[in-house]
């Protein structure tokens, strides 16, 4: 993992150091080993660059595909094997 990214999981992880002044900021961004431009971007506190120089994304998608009620009842079979036969569930497990 890069350096750069370790300084910002850290700085993200305690809320303390939101409300570092920006000497302290700069004394600690001078403190990790990353390179120059990394140093710069967090320094200037340019996300885009700093995303460039990661190598990270620029988009980023999510979503949830939930099933509607009506997906349900249109496939009856959904609980079955290949077979046709409905699945059995596994036995409750029983102390020796």
Known sequence: MSNAIRFLETMGSNAATGRLSAADYAAAVARIDAEETQQRALLARDHVALNGLLGGRTEMLFYVN????DDHE?????????DGVPDQEEPPYEKE
């Open 74 to 82: 249109a496939n009856p079979d959904d609980d079955k094997d290949d």
């Open 66 to 69: 939930t099933p509607s009620p």
